[in-house]
């Protein structure tokens, strides 16, 4: 016990108030500077950009990745190779993002429109479909999605296996009794699954809205936040290791704390009850 | 009439969307394992599709060469006999080296934090003492904390303490940053033990280690492999943490700082990623296809309770 306490306090609550110390001072923590660090997080292009982009990620990874995770749970419920279907959708949860994203990276591979095209992605929309090949990851309208389909791709089993495992929690008997009066299987997913699902489904969505937050492998791997794809993580970084700015980092940091404070009270109190309960 | 031709027509469909998605779920890593057995000129000129027919021109070029960090390895290696292949791999540029580095990061990285974390779960679960309840709150608080936060201070510590770009220091920082999901998980796992087995060890005499080691532990070998393998992964997948503390060091670097450093320096390389990434993904998929249910259990048991 005393040592997870040691290692805790250092580790993690020494550092958070370090950290908000720091967000105060300049690039190398020798002057005051007030609130510069953080007008500069909410002024600067760059920042903006990527601030932007996190919003965009937290919008679309979020909610497609827990209704993906829905429908996939709710379909799959009704097949016999459920088991099978699930552990294929799940295994990238196995892997690293560094290796999701050179797995991507091969699918996303471009080339000039007439030459063979080596990567799927492309090969499908010029051969298949008959479209002009994209550079994903380049082509600025398109590599943010690129990007977060990555992350989709990574975490839709995460979602599918907790969310089926809460669809599985309601009773049969409801779901049969509604069917004896007629409902359609339409219906009883609107009125009845997706209800009882609620707590499931919060859960699942909290969980993802931290993944965004702190989304950072993946562009750093496959873009470096070059070309409109910049995160506030992977912001954070450069301001430590390029620019050496240390007070403009530890911002950064804070802003991503204030962030998910919402996600850590809900937890609090969702454990209390918990608690409670017992 | 027209219901039952529908209700087939909609299990086909059903069929038809599941399947499709577990293509969309499994082609894309089908198709790195394709490309990591293609000779170099093949993965740059076509996609790995074009491999599936005949003539089957597979090739392991790729990995003799990634794992070395030589290229042609095959064909240098039958003019120098007195190179032993694994010491090639071990002490060679290449990837091996990176392999070995993940691993003496991940596993002492698994092991410490574990322990700890078992007798504060047991403490916190079972024992009584004054803040315990306050304790428990702060690390539910904690389990969410970016480690962002942390990165600035720490660093700044380890460079006083020459704890940079050591392996001890990268073990510390996972074993802390491991220990409140730790903590909480096996908790709540310890938690749910029948409470009649403590009464009646401690009515029997029983001092609290001795119930913890003898009782607990050999009842909770299910929960703690469920972590075990967790965060035996959570390491091994790990890209921050090595990035920051361990700097820019090849010797020391795991296999995701030197795949991702190879997909960086861009051309020359470039087509021993597959085999490269595969060779990062090997111990994971092992680990995930033999110990599936306690990986799921290790990562639900936090976030599905109540």
């Known amino acids: 016990m005393g040592s997870a306490l040691l290692f805790l306090t250092v580790y993690l609550i020494y550092p958070i108030l370090n950290t908000a110390y720091l967000s105060f001072l300049g690039r190398s923590s020798k002057e005051f500077t007030g609130l510069g660090n953080y007008w500069y997080v909410f002024t600067n292009a760059d920042m903006l950009g990527a601030l932007k982009n996190n919003l965009l990620w937290l919008v679309l990874f979020t909610s497609i990745t827990v209704s993906l995770g829905v429908a996939i749970a709710v379909l799959t419920d009704r097949v016999r190779y459920e088991a099978a279907a699930k552990a294929l959708i799940f295994l990238p949860m196995a892997i690293s993002f560094v290796a999701a994203s050179v797995i991507w990276r091969f699918m996303f591979e471009f080339r000039p429109a007439g030459m063979d095209q080596i990567g799927l992605m492309n090969a499908l929309l010029s051969n298949l479909l008959g479209f002009k090949p994209v550079a994903w990851l380049v082509n600025t309208r398109v590599n943010n999605f690129a990007l977060i389909g990555v992350g989709i791709w990574v975490w839709t089993g995460f979602c599918t296996v907790i969310l089926s495992a809460g669809l599985k929690g309601i009773p049969v008997e409801i779901l049969e009794a509604a069917r004896i009066d007629g409902a359609s299987e339409w219906r009883i997913f609107w009125r009845i699954i997706l209800p009882m699902m609620r707590t499931t489904i919060l859960v699942v969505a909290t969980t993802m809205v931290i993944i965004v937050l702190k989304v950072f492998d993946i562009v750093y791997v496959m873009t470096n936040g070059n070309l409109g794809t910049e995160v506030i993580a992977n912001r954070m970084y450069k301001e430590m290791f390029n620019y050496h700015h240390f007070g403009r980092a530890s911002a950064i940091a804070i802003i991503l704390l204030l962030a998910v404070i919402p996600v850590i009270v809900f937890n609090m109190r969702r454990f209390r009850a918990q608690e409670a309960v017992q | ?306």
């Open chain 2, 1 to 306: 009439m027209t219901g039952k031709v529908g209700r087939r027509l909609s299990r086909s469909l059903l069929h038809i969307v599941i399947i499709s998605i577990c293509l969309m779920w499994t082609l894309p890593s089908f198709g790195l394992l394709a490309n990591s057995f293609r000779s170099r000129r093949d993965i740059i000129a076509t996609g790995w599709w074009t491999a599936l027919k005949s003539p089957f021109a597979f090739t392991v070029e790729n990995y003799m060469d990634v794992l070395t960090g030589q290229t042609h390895y095959g064909e240098e290696k039958a003019s120098d006999k007195s190179r032993s292949i694994l010491g090639d791999i071990i002490t060679g540029q290449g990837i091996g080296r990176a392999f070995l580095n993940s691993l003496i990061i991940s596993i002492p990285s698994t092991l410490i934090p574990i322990v700890i974390a078992s007798f504060a779960a047991y403490a916190l679960a079972w024992m009584r003492f004054p803040g315990r309840n306050l304790l428990l709150i702060i690390v539910v608080g904690l389990l969410v904390v970016p480690l962002q936060m942390t990165l600035i201070p720490i660093l700044r510590l380890y460079k006083g303490l020459h704890l940079a770009g050591t392996f001890l220091g990268v073990w510390l920082a996972h074993t802390a940053y491991g220990l409140p999901y730790a903590i909480y998980l096996l908790r709540n796992f310890f938690k749910a033990l029948p409470r009649d087995l403590f009464e009646s060890a401690s009515l029997d005499g029983a001092s609290q280690f001795v119930i913890f080691y003898r009782i607990v532990v050999p009842l909770s070998i299910p929960s703690i492999a469920s972590l075990a393998i967790f965060q035996f992964l959570w390491v091994w997948n790990d890209l921050l943490v090595a990035l920051i503390y361990l700097g820019g060091t090849r010797d020391v670097a795991p296999l995701t700082m030197h795949i991702s450093s190879m997909m960086s320096s861009l051309g020359e390389n470039w087509h021993l990623l597959p085999a490269g990434a595969f060779i990062s993904m090997m111990l994971p998929l092992i680990i995930f296809s033999t110990l599936q249910p306690y990986f799921v259990r290790g990562i639900l048991g936090g976030s599905l309770k109540g």
